[in-house]
């Protein structure tokens, strides 16, 4: 009889792991039934699975439907996704020439380490305003609104540029794995992610993620369509960074050199500069030295370099130029 209760149990312990690992087959569309009607406003893309499916509460609710062998409809899964929601976080400062109070605020999920990509509204009344939540490892963000008569049209879109340099030893370890997820405005103005799709980038990769949301005020009833598009690169990553100007006779006026990371904010460039190299020492995969170089023509209002991150996410680094004559802004 003891032997039995072990079998019984251990049949119960197999038959359970295989239900949690069969879940993650229908993630991404019972996470968006999870969130309902609420509306779409961006994602939040991290190395790992963000765990907020109820496991607990699941084998609680189907263990017998599990043991006769019969399948938890995909419908039914949607209840055991769990929210996890952002922290709204208002600062104040003073601008120390004219005393002027700043207020600031944003969306924070503290106990999730992730690139933030969404937009959100703060304050009230005549003092509200949106603004997008961009970390510095999303690229090239730029946001649309188109507004018609039937309802708006909202697209996101950012580049994510990956440690070109450690992509054989990313995929070697395992370690090359990214889940977007999508991030949700409820109808009490709170913001939420629930888990999104994972998968192992090769070469380029662009994913896209859409959906649309009616709302019914005063009788009248519109439409919100959001639409976020996230493209992920290999970036060779600089080992060094060398800013070359030249004069109207292609003569090298001044070299400046840097470490990844490290350009100013700004670059006073000297006067009769026509144009500027910016000559990038990389190294790939493979640990192949390389050199990238990039031409910025006389008005260009910035020129920009990557580096890495320990977590295996660049960021590009840009810094202004003042070209010579233009008045300081």
Request: glycine share 8%.
């Amino acid at each position: 009889m003891k032997n039995k209760t072990g079998m019984i149990v251990l049949c119960f312990v197999l038959l359970a792991g295989f239900v949690l690992g069969a879940t993650g087959l229908v993630q991404a569309a019972s996470a968006a039934e999870a969130a309902g009607k609420d509306r779409l406003i961006g994602v939040l893309i991290t190395c790992d699975y963000i765990d907020s499916f109820d496991h607990e509460r699941f084998l609680e609710e189907n263990i017998a439907r599990l043991a006769q062998g019969r399948e938890v409809p995909e419908s039914r899964l949607s209840r055991y996704w769990n929210r996890i929601y952002a922290t709204l976080i208002e600062t104040e400062t003073v601008d120390e020439e004219t005393g002027e109070r700043i207020r600031s605020a944003e969306y924070v999920f503290e106990d999730l380490d992730g690139i933030r990509l969404f937009t959100a509204s703060f304050g009230e009344g005549e003092y509200k305003y949106k603004s997008v939540m961009a970390d510095d490892a999303a690229s090239d963000v730029k946001v649309h609104y188109n507004y018609t008569d039937g309802g708006t049209d909202i697209e996101l879109c950012a580049t994510i540029y990956l440690d070109g340099s450690r992509e054989l030893e990313l995929y070697l370890a395992g370690n090359c794995f990214y889940c977007i997820n999508p991030v949700y405005l409820d109808s009490d103005g709170s913001v939420y992610v629930t888990a999104g799709d994972g998968f192992f980038p090769g070469g380029s990769f662009t994913y896209t993620l859409s959906e649309t949301t009616s709302v019914n005020e005063h009788g009248v009833e519109s439409e919100t369509k959001t639409t976020v598009e996230i493209q992920l690169l290999w970036a060779p990553v600089s080992e060094r960074v060398s800013v070359l100007q030249f004069d109207e006779k292609n003569e090298l006026l001044e070299r400046s050199e840097y470490l990844p990371g490290q350009l100013p904010e700004r670059m006073e460039l000297l006067a009769g500069t026509q144009y500027v190299i910016v000559e990038t020492q990389t190294r790939d995969a493979e640990g192949a030295p390389g050199v990238e170089r990039t031409l910025v023509q006389c008005g260009e209002e910035s020129l920009s370099a990557f580096y890495a991150r320990e977590d295996g996410f660049c960021v590009k680094q840009s810094c202004a130029l003042q070209w010579s004559g233009e008045e300081d802004a």
